[in-house]
């Protein structure tokens, strides 16, 4: 379960606490293996031999194939051949942290309490209480990193180098937003709300916040922005923010909080860590790649641009020239909807129109497909466009530069190889 570029090392005990003691670890290991752990002794410290999904490891249960970007936090990248599904299942969701994954979290203690200058008076809900006072829907909803892409910007930006795998598409089960809001009751100066999670910051530090993001309050009022407890009609993974969880699909990922247990309603925009500065700001501008761009001249990201990925074959396939290749992928684009998907085998030249499917719901992922046949044999790129409703397109290359290298919506391609 690794990048193998990227040794796995995990910060803390070697093993489990709750089933080995740290000094019993190797031996414990070798029996879980049933063979010797060769050259053990060089093993760095705190390093977990890639066989082991300890159960603090928040990996377990995940596609083997995953690639590790960062280890603290975690942050773990899904390869777009494993993202097929038109439901996006806990194997291949991708894992995206600021902070340390809470431990021992009761789910009969867990509240969530609504506060801020906007609220009439705070209010707190147990999770039985959001189960048995709110009608629950739901909805698949598009989750993507806004820096999903990022390893193609030059110069290089900061920050986890995504490629094309920082997306899911899930179905999630829990309250409307709006519904417990007007239950709280919140002020005609509302403007923004804000979440707190149980994560920790880095640094062990209790007195910091690692992430508190927000919307807008015309978002938070959404029909499909949920407070959630159920992901593929189950409990929510401790990954992805068990046991209760923000999901603003369409915007980026950032804005759907997890381990949520305070949602402030603000008489202003929201000015927690990472809404200020560069952090998931765009400049209004275009600007030449490497500037340094003032935070006036910066705006918040919402909704996704649009944008598609192609899920099968796995780039670098091989077939025979004499059958036609079935393409298939996603598209979407954030708030809208996807119009038109088309795919090109020679560089942009010339393309061909998709078989594309309307969504689930809205700010669902639309699954599309194609066969593409080949009049020679040799090599192939597969490049996948799609149009949203309002006409704008996919670009062939990567969009404008940004400081942190969010919105990267350039065409997915593949390499095929015909013989």
């Known amino acids: 379960m690794s990048n193998p570029n990227k040794p796995l090392v995990i910060q803390g005990p070697l093993w489990n606490r709750r089933s080995f003691l740290k000094k019993s670890a190797l031996s414990a290991m070798t029996a879980a293996l049933g063979t010797q752990i060769v050259h053990a002794a060089h093993l760095p410290a705190g390093y977990v031999p890639l066989a082991f999904a300890i159960d603090d490891n928040p990996l377990k249960g995940k596609s083997e194939d995953l690639i590790i970007r960062n280890d603290k936090p975690w942050n773990v990248e899904t390869p777009p051949y494993l993202l097929d599904e038109a439901v996006t299942t806990f194997p291949n969701v991708f894992v995206r942290n600021n902070g340390l994954i809470p431990v021992n979290m009761d789910a009969s203690q867990w509240t969530l309490t609504f506060g801020g200058e906007s609220v009439k008076a705070e209010k707190t809900y147990s999770l039985a209480d959001f189960k048995k006072r709110f009608k629950p829907y739901t909805y698949q909803l598009v989750l993507e990193c806004g820096g999903n892409g990022r390893?193609?910007?030059y110069p290089p930006a900061s920050g986890n180098q995504w490629e094309e795998g920082a997306v899911y598409c899930a179905k999630w089960t829990g309250a409307r937003l709006r519904d417990v809001l007007e239950d709280v009751g919140i002020k005609e100066n509302a403007v923004y709300i804000g979440y707190y999670g149980k994560d920790k910051h880095l640094?062990?530090?209790?007195?910091?916040?690692p992430i508190s993001r927000g919307v807008?309050?015309?978002?938070?009022?959404?029909?499909e922005t949920l407070i959630a407890w159920a992901m593929n009609g189950e409990d929510i993974p401790v990954a992805h923010g068990y046991p209760l969880r923000?999901?603003?699909?369409?915007?980026?990922?950032?804005?759907?909080?997890?381990?949520?247990?305070?949602?402030?309603?603000?008489?202003?925009?929201?000015?927690?860590?990472?809404?200020?500065?560069?952090?998931?700001?765009?400049?209004?501008?275009?600007?030449?790649?490497?500037?340094?761009?003032?935070?006036?001249d910066?705006?918040?990201?919402?909704?996704?641009?649009?944008?598609?990925?192609?899920?099968?074959?796995k780039?670098?396939?091989?077939?025979?020239?004499?059958k036609k290749l079935?393409?298939?992928g996603h598209a979407w684009a954030g708030e809208r909807s996807v119009a038109k998907m088309e795919v090109s085998a020679d560089f942009g030249a010339t393309w061909q129109t998709c078989n594309l499917k309307k969504p689930a719901n809205h700010l669902a992922w639309q699954q599309w497909s194609a066969e593409v046949g080949f009049p020679l044999s040799g090599y192939y790129?597969?490049?996948?466009?799609?149009?949203?409703?309002?006409?704008?397109?996919?670009?062939?290359?990567?969009?404008?530069?940004?400081?942190?290298?969010?919105?990267?919506?350039?065409?997915?391609?593949?390499?095929?190889?015909?013989?």
Request: proline fraction near 10%; charged fraction near 20%; hydrophobic fraction near 35%.
């Open 151 to 153: 390893a193609g910007f």
């Open 216 to 223: 807008p309050i015309s978002k938070a009022m959404q029909d």
């Open 326 to 328: 079935n393409v298939r």
């Open 315 to 322: 780039s670098g396939a091989m077939f025979d020239k004499s």
């Open 298 to 313: 910066m705006v918040i990201i919402e909704s996704m641009p649009v944008k598609s990925i192609i899920t099968h074959p």
């Open 246 to 296: 923000l999901v603003c699909g369409g915007w980026p990922a950032s804005t759907s909080g997890k381990w949520l247990h305070k949602i402030v309603v603000r008489n202003q925009v929201h000015d927690g860590p990472k809404m200020m500065g560069d952090s998931y700001r765009v400049p209004k501008h275009p600007v030449a790649p490497g500037e340094k761009v003032p935070e006036e």
């Open 203 to 209: 640094s062990g530090d209790p007195d910091k916040v």
């Open 381 to 419: 790129e597969i490049w996948a466009r799609a149009t949203d409703d309002q006409g704008v397109a996919q670009p062939m290359l990567v969009p404008g530069w940004n400081p942190k290298g969010y919105l990267n919506n350039a065409c997915h391609r593949i390499a095929v190889k015909v013989s």
